[in-house]
């Protein structure tokens, strides 16, 4: 448990309770003794209590001027690029640079909030990009990771008492469309295929697929549109039904 004491003081406002705590610099490690003061011994009392529970937890961290651009660079420098690969800490360092840096550089580290940081990646969502046009989500979601990964490590290190990015919602990733195929797409398929072996596989795959559109169609009270499929092997051609989709 972190010592600390309690002395009374006469100030212009009158009498009041000065606290303090025994801490550690994490960066430095300089043993340090940050205070409080209080209007009332019991409030110093209580004060004093709680202090040093926050301190058993890691929640209470050692006052610093440090910004969130400083952490940043010393982050990169003395953690990422050691973790990561050459070109991944090069993105890391361009990306803060860029886009990090001019909006919450010259913030506290120990008071920028999950607030500051959303209304930082709606700015370059709506148009923070160097040609004043908006970043795609997926890089703003890179950032989130990065910022996120970073706070971590300064969680870790006590230099700030919660990792505010857990806070944050990050942009969606968009979905790519899928790809399906309809029934020429599957005939030039088994076209193909017929000579590796696998051909009846396929054929299976395909017949498996319309039957479960043909149930799906019965159950929504419709006909399902018959389109033409592969020829079965020494007869005509069989039906399928709408796109197979992307094996």
Same mark, same amino acid.
């Given at each position: 448990?972190?010592?600390?004491?309690?002395?009374?003081?006469?100030?212009?406002?009158?009498?009041?309770?000065?606290?303090?705590?025994?801490?550690?610099?994490?960066?430095?490690?300089?043993?340090?003794?940050?205070?409080?003061?209080?209007?009332?011994?019991?409030?110093?009392?209580?004060?004093?209590?709680?202090?040093?529970?926050?301190?058993?937890?890691?929640?209470?961290?050692?006052?610093?001027?440090?910004?969130?651009?400083?952490?940043?660079?010393?982050?990169?420098?003395?953690?990422?690029?050691?973790?990561?690969?050459?070109?991944?800490?090069?993105?890391?360092?361009?990306?803060?640079?860029?886009?990090?840096?001019?909006?919450?550089?010259?913030?506290?580290?120990?008071?920028?909030?999950?607030?500051?940081?959303?209304?930082?990646?709606?700015?370059?969502?709506?148009?923070?990009?160097?040609?004043?046009?908006?970043?795609?989500?997926?890089?703003?979601?890179?950032?989130?990771?990065?910022?996120?990964?970073?706070?971590?490590?300064?969680?870790?290190?006590?230099?700030?008492?919660?990792?505010?990015?857990?806070?944050?919602?990050? @942009?969606?990733? @968009?979905?790519?469309?899928?790809?399906?195929?309809?029934?020429?797409?599957?005939?030039?398929?088994?076209?193909?295929?017929?000579?590796?072996?696998?051909?009846?596989?396929?054929?299976?795959?395909?017949?498996?697929?319309?039957?479960?559109?043909?149930?799906?169609?019965?159950?929504?009270?419709?006909?399902?549109? @018959?389109?033409?499929?592969?020829?079965?092997?020494?007869?005509?051609?069989?039906?399928?039904?709408?796109?197979?989709?992307?094996?």
């Amino acid at each position: 448990m972190a010592r600390g004491t309690i002395t009374k003081i006469e100030t212009e406002d009158g009498t009041r309770w000065r606290v303090r705590v025994d801490m550690v610099d994490p960066e430095t490690g300089r043993r340090l003794r940050p205070q409080r003061t209080y209007k009332t011994r019991r409030e110093a009392d209580a004060g004093l209590t709680q202090w040093r529970a926050e301190i058993e937890r890691g929640m209470s961290v050692v006052p610093s001027g440090k910004t969130l651009g400083a952490y940043l660079e010393f982050w990169l420098d003395t953690s990422a690029r050691h973790r990561v690969r050459w070109t991944t800490f090069v993105s890391y360092q361009r990306l803060v640079r860029l886009y990090v840096a001019p909006a919450l550089g010259n913030v506290t580290v120990q008071k920028v909030s999950a607030a500051q940081i959303q209304a930082l990646y709606s700015s370059l969502l709506t148009g923070g990009g160097r040609s004043g046009t908006g970043l795609a989500p997926r890089t703003v979601r890179y950032i989130h990771a990065i910022l996120r990964r970073a706070m971590k490590e300064a969680l870790a290190l006590g230099l700030v008492s919660r990792n505010v990015t857990e806070a944050v919602s990050p @942009p969606k990733a @968009p979905r790519p469309p899928v790809k399906t195929w309809d029934a020429p797409d599957l005939r030039r398929f088994m076209a193909v295929a017929q000579g590796d072996g696998y051909s009846p596989l396929w054929l299976l795959a395909a017949h498996r697929h319309a039957a479960r559109r043909i149930a799906r169609a019965s159950l929504a009270g419709r006909r399902p549109r @018959p389109s033409r499929g592969p020829r079965r092997p020494g007869g005509a051609d069989r039906a399928t039904w709408g796109p197979v989709h992307t094996a």
